[in-house]
Structures are given as C-alpha cells and as structure tokens.
C-alpha cells in the first residue's frame, strides 16, 4: 500500500457507506484493518477524486467529492460526487460517512441498465465500490490540509 493513509484513523474508526457498495452488505467497515482492506482495492484501481467545497465545524469536515475510474468512464458515467463527512478528534478520524448524491445514483441505475441493451460487459461489483471507496482515501490525505486551515 502507497503512503500510510491509516495514520490519519483512530485504531477504532468506522467508514460507512451510503448506498452500500457492495450488494447484500451494509456498507461499514469497522476498525484500521478493514478499512485498509478497502484501501488496497482503491489503489489497485488507479481511480481519481477531488475534494472540494470543504467546511470545518468543530470536529466536523464537510466535503464534496468527485471520483472517476475508468470502469465508470467505460460505462459512460463519467464522474460520481458524494458527500463526505468525517469526525476528528485528537487529530484522527474517528469515523466517516461517503453518501452518493441523488444525482449520480440516477445515473449509475442508468448506466446499470443500459449494460444488457449495450451488449457491454457486466458492471463488476468491485468497480462500484471503489467508486465509492475512493473517496476516503483523498480525504483522509487531505485532512492534514484541512486542519492547517481551521483555527
């Protein structure tokens, strides 16, 4: 694993997310190694995402996130965005939530669709969450940025 994204979790943080990911799953991954788990796959997907639109409220970070891979790109879907929300305390994240905007939920259940019309491959289930996953790992990497910037 690139970097050492782990660093910025407490040993008991929990990411959640919003739809799950992964069909029949509840969407949490509890604890530094589960979320390592769904760190490698992000990484072996090459995927991209940019937060934007940051708040700091007390222990709280708000952000918009943009992700794109290339699965997403292949199926026509271009981006997704998210909401991104975390809590820090002592300087870790102690758990955060990624939910997928209503908007780009519509357009995956598009592109989903259009799949067996298409001809296309099936839509692997790991591509979508990456999809998802991909925006923890840039958030946590820019957490450091944030907190320089909060008083």
Known sequence: ???????????????????????????????????????????????VSTLSDCQVEGETVTCLNSYTDADLEGMGVGSLLFEWVATIRDGKIQGYTVTMTPESLAKMEVAMAALPETGGVAFPSYALAIALGGLTLVGGLSLAMLRRRSP
């Open 1 to 47: 694993m690139r970097g050492n994204a782990r660093s910025y979790l407490s040993d008991d943080a929990v990411l959640t997310f919003i739809p799950p990911p992964i069909p029949g799953d509840d969407g949490i991954f509890a604890g530094k190694e589960e979320i390592r788990g769904w760190y490698q796959g992000l990484i072996a997907a090459n995927g």
